[in-house]
């Protein structure tokens, strides 16, 4: 699927989303917020708190941009690269002892790659400029090299893209093309001067005056026939999977332009970016085991945020009426394909994002997939469940059956039966509506119905992309509903370390062991007043992988976070 094509198939489509935020209202990863609007009308006030989702996945397999499956790896052999590293360190001492310096300060360009493709594409096979003014300096990393004689054909590759180099031995002074030739590897960077000429071939090339190493690479890139294509070494070393496949870095790019336009749009809207604490006291505004870490100075645990929302939200408290952050959250999860649907690669399957996407509530769509309506069976959790699995058990494998058996209410069962069957085929924009209120602490009771909150997720592909709603504003509402959930953590928590006291693997750490405190300062600024507001957070990574068509999310991570090498 064209990314681009994709993006621009609505027209400016993030504000067209944070438009539909705040017809329906809720929050969890990416905020703006507009309180002292009372209207009963949920359009008339919008909060959205942008932040990025963080998780980590695991494929045996990748897909490229236009998906296909990568070869299994041909890297070379760890011998034959300490040999080619022992070659290349005698090149390094070689150069020195000529009295030339094979890792130089800096170099003056004058042009990029690309630049110069612009500017001279106007000349013929054969022909070259020759005035002063077309003296050129580029500077790349060499990443092929061909020599004949007294040619050498080499070609350089810069940020903006590739240019090849024309080098004739009559041409550069003094040895510099046997220097070329004995002392240049592929994957040196260099300097070069010359002027522009386009070869009988049609390829524009530098014609080169002179050249210098800049960095002399003592280590060599994978080959250009296979590149670099083991899965676990291209993200543990994004460096060299960028220098072999160029269409990694284009992601990056591309994900640059999009974080870009995302604040494009929503300051537009009138919104002020605020950095909001990292490193917290306690970890709130979310369920999810945290990242701890210790504070020498002040003697104390500290929590790696698992959300921005809360302090989000004293910045309201405080005044400020439209904020939003862009910001790293840390959640320290295992892996499942139910709650990693990165490992899902959607094949040949095009997204429409036309107005208007399709809304819904979680009720109807569990009922429309499953038949079973959680309308018309009641609190009684038992024969829910009793009806739940009578319905799905042949399609559930053991741990699916477990979660359901595990809910302890009829909203987390509702919760559980979209997350297993509903959320995988939501391949098409679409908000989900209406959310139970154990599974949504922060958000603001239904005004009609009992039992939800006005909150909405928009899903797309299969997985989360926005979540908000209309934020719980009552001080002593949230105190109960934190309270509560700090209460039933405990619980899990002390069955869990019982549980691992009688166990065969008693020193094995159990999901459940974090300590949950209650953030009695976020309580307390609440206590003061916060004007009604409504958020939604936006999950960055996700939005990347669908506009650049990524399979995993480590494909859109520069430097994503990977077991430990055996």
């Known amino acids: 699927m064209d990314a681009l094509k994709l993006w621009s198939l609505s027209s400016q489509p993030l504000k067209h989303l944070f438009r539909c935020a705040s017809s329906t209202t809720t929050t969890t990863t990416t905020t703006l917020r507009r309180p002292y609007s009372y209207s009963y009308s949920s359009s008339s006030y919008s909060r959205v708190v942008l932040r990025c989702c963080s998780s980590t996945t695991t494929t045996t397999t990748t897909t490229n941009a236009g998906?296909?499956?990568?070869?299994?790896?041909?890297?070379?052999?760890?011998?034959?690269?300490?040999?080619?590293?022992?070659?290349?360190?005698?090149?390094?001492?070689?150069?020195?002892?000529?009295?030339?310096?094979?890792?130089?300060?800096?170099?003056?360009?004058?042009?990029?790659?690309?630049?110069?493709?612009?500017?001279?594409?106007?000349?013929?096979?054969?022909?070259?400029?020759?005035?002063?003014?077309?003296a050129v300096s580029v500077a790349?990393?060499?990443?092929?090299?061909?020599?004949?004689?007294?040619?050498?054909?080499?070609?350089?590759?810069?940020?903006?893209?590739?240019?090849?180099?024309?080098?004739?031995k009559e041409r550069l002074a003094n040895d510099q093309f046997d220097q070329l030739k004995a002392l240049v590897d592929i994957g040196d960077i260099v300097g070069v001067s010359g002027s522009i000429k386009r070869t009988e071939k049609g390829e524009l090339s530098v014609y080169v005056d002179s050249f210098a190493i800049l960095t002399k690479s003592l280590l060599p890139l994978p080959d250009k026939y296979h590149g670099l294509t083991d899965v676990d070494k291209r993200y543990r070393q994004r460096y060299v999977d960028m220098i072999a496949n160029p269409e990694v870095a284009d992601v990056f790019r591309k994900r640059a332009k999009i974080v870009s336009e995302i604040r494009r749009a929503v300051e537009s809207f009138g919104f002020i970016e605020v950095e909001t604490p990292v490193l917290q006291g306690a970890a709130g505004g979310a369920e999810a085991r945290p990242f701890v870490t210790y504070h020498n100075s002040l003697g104390r645990d500290l929590y790696l945020r698992i959300a921005t929302e809360l302090h989000l939200k004293r910045m309201l408290v405080g005044g400020f009426e439209k904020v939003y952050e862009i910001g790293r959250i840390f959640r320290n999860?295992?892996?499942?394909?139910?709650?990693?649907?990165?490992?899902?690669?959607?094949?040949?399957?095009?997204?429409?994002?036309?107005?208007?996407?399709?809304?819904?509530?979680?009720?109807?769509?569990?009922?429309?997939?499953?038949?079973?309506?959680?309308?018309?069976?009641?609190?009684?959790?038992?024969?829910?469940?009793?009806?739940?699995?009578?319905?799905?058990?042949?399609?559930?494998?053991?741990?699916?059956?477990?979660?359901?058996?595990?809910?302890?209410?009829?909203?987390?069962?509702?919760?559980?039966?979209?997350?297993?069957?509903v959320e995988p085929k939501l391949l098409q924009p679409t908000f989900v509506l209406d959310y139970p209120i154990e599974i949504s602490p922060l958000a603001k009771p239904h005004r009609r119905i009992a039992g939800l909150t006005e909150r909405f997720e928009l899903f797309i592909c299969g997985r989360e992309l926005a979540n908000a709603f209309s934020e719980l504003t009552d001080p002593t509402d949230?105190?109960?509903?934190?309270?509560?959930?700090?209460?039933?953590?405990?619980?899990?928590?002390?069955?869990?370390?019982?549980?691992?006291?009688?166990?065969?693997?008693?020193?094995?750490?159990?999901?459940?062991?974090?300590?949950?405190?209650?953030?009695?300062?976020?309580?307390?600024?609440?206590?003061?007043?916060?004007?009604?507001?409504?958020?939604?957070?936006?999950?960055i990574?996700?939005?990347?992988?669908?506009?650049?068509?990524?399979?995993?999310?480590?494909?859109?991570?520069?430097?994503?976070?990977?077991?430990v090498q055996q």
Not at 146 to 152: D, E, M, T, V, Y
């Open 67 to 134: 998906g296909r499956n990568r070869r299994v790896s041909t890297s070379s052999s760890t011998s034959d690269r300490d040999a080619v590293r022992a070659i290349r360190l005698k090149k390094v001492e070689e150069l020195r002892s000529k009295g030339l310096e094979p890792y130089a300060y800096g170099w003056e360009r004058t042009h990029t790659a690309n630049q110069l493709q612009d500017i001279y594409k106007h000349l013929a096979d054969g022909e070259e400029s020759k005035s002063e003014k077309d």
């Open 140 to 168: 790349g990393r060499i990443v092929a090299r061909r020599a004949f004689g007294k040619l050498a054909f080499l070609t350089l590759r810069d940020d903006s893209g590739t240019i090849q180099l024309y080098c004739e």
């Open 333 to 421: 999860e295992g892996i499942s394909t139910r709650h990693n649907p990165e490992f899902t690669t959607i094949e040949g399957v095009e997204i429409h994002l036309e107005r208007p996407w399709r809304r819904e509530s979680m009720h109807n769509l569990v009922k429309e997939s499953t038949g079973i309506d959680f309308d018309e069976l009641g609190n009684d959790l038992k024969v829910a469940k009793e009806v739940t699995l009578e319905n799905l058990g042949g399609d559930l494998d053991y741990k699916d059956k477990s979660s359901l058996q595990a809910c302890t209410s009829i909203g987390h069962l509702l919760n559980e039966v979209f997350e297993i069957v």
């Open 478 to 539: 949230q105190r109960g509903r934190l309270e509560e959930q700090v209460r039933q953590h405990n619980e899990k928590r002390a069955a869990a370390i019982s549980n691992s006291e009688s166990a065969e693997d008693k020193g094995k750490e159990n999901d459940e062991s974090y300590e949950v405190t209650l953030d009695d300062d976020f309580l307390t600024a609440l206590e003061y007043g916060m004007p009604p507001a409504s958020g939604m957070g936006l999950g």
């Open 541 to 563: 990574d996700r939005l990347v992988m669908l506009l650049t068509n990524s399979a995993s999310i480590r494909d859109v991570i520069a430097f994503p976070v990977l077991k």
